[in-house]
């Protein structure tokens, strides 16, 4: 198991990095974002489109040819895209609905709808084969006994500043504390002089930035595919739901665990030549920590509704 | 003739479109003034604060504020015109901290925020003291306290509270009617929705009594108290 500690830190930090970002989503819009994982995606494939050489085929139509910018700057790029691609889902459709008052369940079937579309669009443009940045090939070194690419600990650094960069600006900004305000209670937070429509943009801004910087990494660390971030949706939900639904720093936690969980159980002996089952030991774990604590691990009681 | 903070005639409204609650409406808050209203449950007192609130739309009737009319603004705006609004429920933010929870009253001022939380803790000393407590902790009478702060800090003209009183126990009662009239001596009128009609009406300048969406019955809250009516009606069971 010792052997994947160092994918687990990384599928651990990729899970957290998301949870963090779809529990805010959720806690400020009380939107359940079956369409978070295509906003992962969108993130990686961009950033594939900007930074590959133009001589590459991944992508499917020839008129898309890829750019050939730098990778950092490919990121960067996509990271804002990811953002303003978040805007206009609030302004073209979210808010829309929510004016007129939608239900929940109707909100939700139209974000797996939304996923689905997304998902195959970037099937029809980036093709079904998976495919690579254009970043040399390192070969694993050992870091205080676990084995990672020094691009691999660049990343878990990178991450990890992220992480805890937003963890201060939730934490100490107006802005993010005003994000807080509005996840209690929107209605409150109104006549208290803040405009909720504009802090819950805000929030899809920020959210889908981070699912987009998520996606990068996730890129850099396997490779980028059409449907990569419907494989990761799953984990991503779990690990909200058991640091407790609507909190950050639960989120957080709870995206880790089950990143980790999920990568140390393929080392279990038996799980030899059944990689594939590898969601299964954490997923059941999760399943048994809610029936103990149904409101998740930070979660408060009066949060289950 | 003390001017009027708040006009609102004929007003109707209600959560479901063409479904009204409230089915038209006067009011007149003045300057300085105590207002209470009192009514059976369900009465619609509740959904009149939240029409004035702007949270949920107004059919029909108009709304001003210090003369100018603000039917259907948003929440947000009417804040900076000068209200301030307690609901009924849910009326602090309970995640975050108390300090954060007044903090949050000042996004709209940009300077003076920390003369205007001096000033609300030098009211509520017990607030100071657990500032840094997550609200939702708080007892119920602290609560109100906190939501009576946040209220004020944007230095509202009018103040609309809805049952401070409700669920505390005697002692938190007569405090939070004490902070109300501190409030009102500092100039800021306060419109009162009670449960207890007998406290409320003996409370107030004016008051009245609505029933089913509707005006029923208005005067001081002397007048009202000794109306054989309205003792029948909503003061004969206390
Ligand atoms: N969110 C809502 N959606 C639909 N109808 C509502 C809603 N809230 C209240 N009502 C209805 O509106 C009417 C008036 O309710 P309201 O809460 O204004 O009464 P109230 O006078 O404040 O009563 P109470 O003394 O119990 O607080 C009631 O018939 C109630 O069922
Ligand atoms: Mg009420």
């Not at chain 1, 140390?264 to 030991?281: Q, R």
């Not at chain 2, 939501?147 to 003209?157: C, Q, S, V």
Request: with cysteine.
């Amino acid at each position: 198991m010792i052997e994947q500690l160092g994918n687990g830190l990384l599928l651990g930090l990729i899970v957290a990095i998301a949870s963090v970002s779809l529990s805010l989503l959720y806690g400020v819009t009380r939107i359940v974002n079956f369409a978070h994982g295509e906003i992962i995606a969108l993130g990686a494939v961009l950033t594939l489109f900007f930074s590959s050489s133009p001589e590459s085929s991944f992508l499917y139509l020839d008129r898309f040819s890829p750019l050939g910018s730098s990778f950092i700057v490919s990121s960067i790029a996509s990271i804002l895209l990811c953002g303003l691609f978040g805007a206009l889902l609030e302004l073209c459709l979210f808010r829309p609905l929510r004016k007129n008052n939608y239900g929940n369940v109707a909100v939700l079937v139209i974000t797996i709808g939304l996923s689905i579309f997304l998902r195959h669009i970037f099937l029809l443009f980036a093709s079904a084969k998976p495919a690579s940045y254009a970043l040399d090939l390192q070969k694993r070194e050992d870091y205080f006994g676990i084995q990672l690419t020094p691009r691999n600990v660049q990343v878990l650094i990178i991450g990890s500043v992220v992480m805890i960069l937003v963890g201060l600006f939730l934490t100490y900004t107006k802005t993010g504390r005003a994000m807080r305000a509005v996840r209690d209670s929107s209605e409150l937070a109104s006549v208290s002089g803040i405009n909720s429509d504009y802090i819950i943009t805000l929030t899809w801004i920020f959210s889908s930035m981070l699912a987009g910087f998520t996606g990068i990494i996730q890129g850099v660390i396997n490779n980028v595919r059409w449907n990569m971030g419907f494989l990761i949706l799953l984990l991503i939900f779990a690990g909200s739901i058991l640091g407790g639904i609507g909190t950050s720093f639960g989120a957080m936690f709870g995206g880790f665990i089950i990143g980790m969980l999920v990568q140390l159980s393929v080392g279990l002996s038996f799980m030899d030549g059944h990689t594939e089952a590898k969601n299964a030991i954490a997923l059941a774990l999760m399943i048994l920590i809610l029936l103990i604590r149904p409101q998740g691990i930070f979660g408060s009681k009066e949060r289950i509704s | 003739m003390n001017k009027a903070i708040i006009e609102v005639n004929g007003l109707a409204a209600g959560y479901v479109k063409g479904l009204n609650i409230l089915q038209g409406i006067d009011l007149v808050i003045k300057e300085n003034e105590i207002i209470s209203i009192i009514g059976p449950n369900g009465a619609g007192k509740s959904t009149l604060l939240k029409a004035i609130m702007g949270l949920i739309p107004i059919s029909g009737g108009r709304l001003y504020i210090s003369g100018n009319e603000l039917t259907n603004f948003k929440s947000h705006e009417l804040i900076k015109k000068g209200i301030g609004y307690v609901p009924q429920v849910a009326n602090v933010f309970p995640s975050l901290t108390i300090e954060e929870n007044l903090e949050i009253g000042l996004w709209t001022k940009t300077k003076n925020s920390k003369e205007g939380k001096k000033e609300i803790f030098e009211m509520f000393p017990i607030l100071s003291e657990k500032k840094r407590e997550k609200a939702g902790n708080l007892s119920g009478g602290q609560r109100q306290l906190l939501a009576l702060g946040r209220a004020l800090i944007t230095k509202p003209d009018v103040l609309l509270l809805d049952e401070p009183s409700a669920g505390l126990s005697p002692i938190a009662i007569d405090e939070v009617f004490k902070s109300i009239s501190e409030i009102n001596n500092k100039g800021v009128s306060i419109l009162l929705v009670e449960q207890n009609a007998k406290r409320a009406l003996t409370f107030c300048d004016r008051g009245y009594v609505l029933d089913q969406g509707k005006n029923s019955y208005t005067g001081t809250g002397r007048d009202l108290l000794d109306d054989p009516n309205v003792i029948d009606l909503y003061l004969g069971k206390l």
